[in-house]
T-cell receptor, first 114, second 111 residues
Framework: DTGVSQNPRHKITKRGQNVTFRCDPI?????LYWYRQTLGQGPEFLTY????????KSRLLSDRFSAERPKGSFSTLEIQRTEQGDSAMYLCASREAGKNTEAFFGQGTRLTVV | KNQVEQSPQSLIILEGKNCTLQCNYTVSPFSNLRWYKQDTGRGPVSLTIMTFSENTKSNGRYTATLDADTKQSSLHITASQLSDSASYICVVSYQGGKLIFGQGTELSVKP
């Protein structure tokens, strides 16, 4: 499978625990995006990378959230001290640099905080 | 503020009928506009990408239009099928490379 891969697909965690999600983009894509989507809403931008550089972070990304892309390939999104409001689908997308290149999404990681 | 607004929020149509979904945006500077289809519990899948200079683009039974002057786009679905039931999301890219998503239109096609 050469698409965008996200792991795990589902995660249930207790409030206060830390969780980490992984995204493996399409190999030649140097841009990688993280989005959060709650039920009935469109995805909300969290952050994006060009290669290993984190170029922009949304105000939605509180201090409890951190994202990395250490070698410009896969990325991780960590949420510390999870809260029930963090329950959502976390989507990763990647695309080649360039204005009109297509963005491909992974299947997402569904987080449930109980 | 960069925003993408879609209407209607939800739509129910009978199989075989046509429908049109609307998208208005205030994103600037504009780079391109994309329509995505998202099945429940899955990631969005791209249908079309249109740049500033393109007025219309088709992908099978899907036809997207763009009026960059009025900052409006529409997605027309012809001869709907049950498998078209999904959320359709309008996404605008601006020149910083960020993608701004609308809230989506939930389409339900009934037999």
């Amino acid at each position: 499978d050469t698409g965008v891969s996200q792991n795990p697909r589902h995660k249930i965690t207790k409030r206060g625990q830390n969780v980490t999600f992984r995204c493996d983009p399409i190999s030649e894509h140097n841009r990688l995006y993280w989005y959060r989507q709650t039920l009935g809403q469109g995805p909300e931008f969290l952050t994006y990378f060009q290669n290993e550089a984190q170029l922009e972070k949304s105000r939605l990304l509180s201090d409890r959230f951190s994202a990395e892309r250490p070698k410009g390939s896969f990325s991780t999104l960590e949420i510390q001290r999870t809260e029930q409001g963090d329950s959502a689908m976390y989507l990763c997308a990647s695309r080649e640099a360039g204005k009109n290149t297509e963005a491909f999404f992974g299947q997402g990681t569904r987080l449930t905080v109980v | 503020k960069n925003q993408v607004e879609q209407s209607p929020q939800s739509l129910i149509i009978l199989e075989g009928k046509n429908c049109t979904l609307q998208c208005n945006y205030t994103v600037s500077p504009f780079s391109n506009l994309r329509w995505y289809k998202q099945d429940t519990g899955r990631g969005p899948v791209s249908l079309t990408i249109m740049t500033f200079s393109e007025n219309t683009k088709s992908n099978g039974r899907y036809t997207a239009t763009l009026d960059a002057d009025t900052k409006q786009s529409s997605l027309h679905i012809t001869a709907s099928q049950l498998s078209d039931s999904a959320s359709y999301i309008c996404v605008v890219s601006y020149q910083g490379g960020k993608l701004i998503f609308g809230q989506g239109t939930e389409l339900s096609v009934k037999p």
